[in-house]
């Protein structure tokens, strides 16, 4: 299998995106440890995994990805268990709408700290522990097509997943002579429940109707009128996690059905 060995930590893996991904890398032969604020939904996740693929195959972890403190202590929980970290998937994000004149400065900290300091503190305990292995390793980042593009509503949102492309390539250059890469998925609309939440705040604050949100504003520019799927976006992240060599880093992968293109 293509990760057959591998070691992956999944944040914000309890649903959604990160849910997949952790189902896809254990498909595919990893071990993975679920990641996320809600202890009890990691768990929860683990044991579906554990009953699909096998025992011992999912451990699941509580972690406030802002949290240093939580964050090492995560990540030592994993290597104690597993024996080893090959893959980082910085998947935990929020989401919270507004315009730029009216945007409360704690939310704004709030969604800088989840997106950009929650990426900063689990890569600097994930390449911890994959330089002291030698084995090199896999840093994936969850951007979106907002790190390509803008859309109104959602400065912080856009401001965090542009800096997550800063970091992947600034990580690429410094992993390179551990054998450990960088990259960053962009995905267009996923329907997840982060992505429910938006539809009649955004229909509310625009003053138009939720078919419209969806219609006008989510899958205006896709070739084909369709939303994202998580299994979409958890492909993505098997292929740079199974891919090897430094040929592949420092790198984005759009997934958005043509919403953004290259």
Known sequence: MKLARKVAMVTGAASGIGKEIAFT???????????DLNVDAA??????IDARYGKGTAIGIGMDVTSETQVDAGMDETVARF????ILVSNAGIQIVAPVDD???????????????GAFLTTRA?????YRQGQGGSIIYMGSVHSKEASLLKAPYVTAKHGLSGLAKVVAKE???HKVRANVICPGFVRTPLVDKQIPEQAKTLGITEEEVVRTIMLKDTVDGEFTTAKDVAEAALFFAGFESNAL???????????FMQ
């Open 25 to 35: 890398f254990a498909e595919a032969g990893a071990k993975v440890a679920i990641a």
């Open 43 to 48: 768990h929860g996740a683990a044991g579906e």
């Open 83 to 86: 024996g080893q970290l090959d």
């Open 103 to 117: 945007y409360d400065f704690a939310k704004w900290k709030q969604m800088l700290a989840i997106h950009l300091d």
């Open 126 to 130: 994930a390449l911890r522990h994959m």
């Open 175 to 177: 992993g390179a002579k």
């Open 249 to 259: 880093t420092g790198q984005s992968i759009v997934v958005s059905h043509g919403w």
